[in-house]
C-alpha cells in the first residue's frame, strides 16, 4: 500500500513537470590558474530557469561559488605575514577578503564562499585574481578547466 502512495506522487510529478514551460540547466565550471607565488581555484555552480508567464519570456538563476587561494610554497614561509588581501573578479561580480593576522598564520590556504541570484558567469571567461600580502602582489588569470 506505502509502495503505491509513493509509485502516485511520483506519478504526479512527472505529469505536472511535463506540462511546465521551463527549461531548466545546471552547471559547474572550474576556474584554475596560479602566479609565481599563488595558486587558486574557481568553483562555480548552480542552476538556470528559463520559462515563459502570460506570454513573456522569464529567467532566474541561482548560484554558488567558492573561491580558493593557496600559498605555493611552505607555512613557514608566510610566518612573517601580517595582512593579506586576495580578490577576484568575473562577469557576475567580485569578491575580496581581508586577513590580518595577529598570531603567524598556520595555513597556507584561504576561502571566500559566497552565491545567490543574478547575473551568471560565462563559461568561456577569463578571473581576474589579485593578491597582495604585506608588501608584495601578484595577479593571474583562472581559466576554465572544462574548455
Known sequence: MKNLFITS???VIMILAACSNEEVTNYKYTYIGEGEFWKAEYIYQGTEIWGEEEGKTTYS???SDLFRITYKG???DIQPMKKLEYSYDTSGGSATSVREFDA???DTTFTIKGGGTGMK???DEFIRV???WDNFEE?????????
Open 61 to 63: 538563476n541561482e548560484d
Open 74 to 76: 611552505s607555512t613557514e
Open 130 to 132: 589579485n593578491v597582495k
Open 121 to 123: 558567469v560565462k563559461e
Open 9 to 11: 506522487i511520483f506519478i
Open 104 to 106: 603567524p598564520p598556520n
Open 139 to 147: 595577479s593571474f588569470e583562472l581559466t576554465n578547466q572544462g574548455k
